[in-house]
């Protein structure tokens, strides 16, 4: 018999269609906020929410994805076959191998007369279950020049609800990626709630209505806060009357405040960090978003 918890975990992921809104700094202030919480970092390819929660890292996982070409020189006849063949330039004529350059396409060791090259899965990146003030929190790293973040965001993901479930937490937080490419895909898909952070320029608009596409493709129930929307009140308006005609709920309007930089600083969430006008409306907009999503 299904577990009737799993049914009452609620994940709200926080996401902007690009990058620079804001949308690490709200989140961290809803971890501040909210009760017993689960939290999860899946902007793999630039994680940054451990700067401000500063979590201890508990369990480090080599994350595997791809494959990397090995050569061994003693069976090596140098024929130059593979060179021939690499659509990469990632073997050398000194037949030495460059793992950055490498796709993994397995042509040269299918190709070798002598099987002196064989493929192996390569570590792509690690995942890490850690400790918080806040909360445990899942997070990852994706190596340099590495894909597959997709596949590490779910991976992340998974391990979050699955310790929600084990755990007895009713709440995941979630701070996504930006964009809309597959990584934001992997975050957002099976949520309950999904927050856009916005900010009034022209670049600002145009990504967040792509979001909110997205979000419409999968039925997820989303809604907009505009961060500095006081910095262009003319575009927080377009926002504002964007969201309204797609039936978007614009759920938080908060002003610019340098205390997000000076929070930042000092590795603390607005919230914590001052009681200014930024924080009390960073504080509406989470009893906003807790009585949307009943948490």
Known sequence: MKDKRMNKIKEIVIISGKGGTGKTSILSSFAALAENPVLADCDVDAADLHLILRPQVKIDNEFRAGN????????????????????????????????????GCGVCAWFCPVDAITMKEKVAGHSFVSDSDYGPVFHARLNYAEDNSGKLVSEVRQAARKFAESDGHELILVDGPPGVGCPVIASITGAQYVLIVTEPTVSG??????????????????????????????KSAEIETFCAERNVPVIGKIPYDTDFTRAMIESMSVVEYSDGEASSEIRKLWEKLRNSVNV
């Not at 020189?73 to 460059?98: F, H, M, N, Q």
């Not at 419409?216 to 989303?222: E, K, L």
Request: hydrophobic share 40%; aromatic share 6%.
């Open 205 to 234: 608009i145009h990504d967040m209505a792509r979001v909110i596409e997205l979000t419409a493709h999968f039925r997820i129930d989303t809604a907009v806060c505009i961060n500095k929307y006081d910095l262009n009140e003319d």
């Open 68 to 103: 990397v070409a090995l050569l061994d020189k003693d069976a090596c006849i140098e024929c130059g076959k593979c060179i021939e063949l690499c659509r990469y330039d990632a073997i050398s004529d000194e037949y030495e191998i460059d793992g950055l350059n490498c796709e």
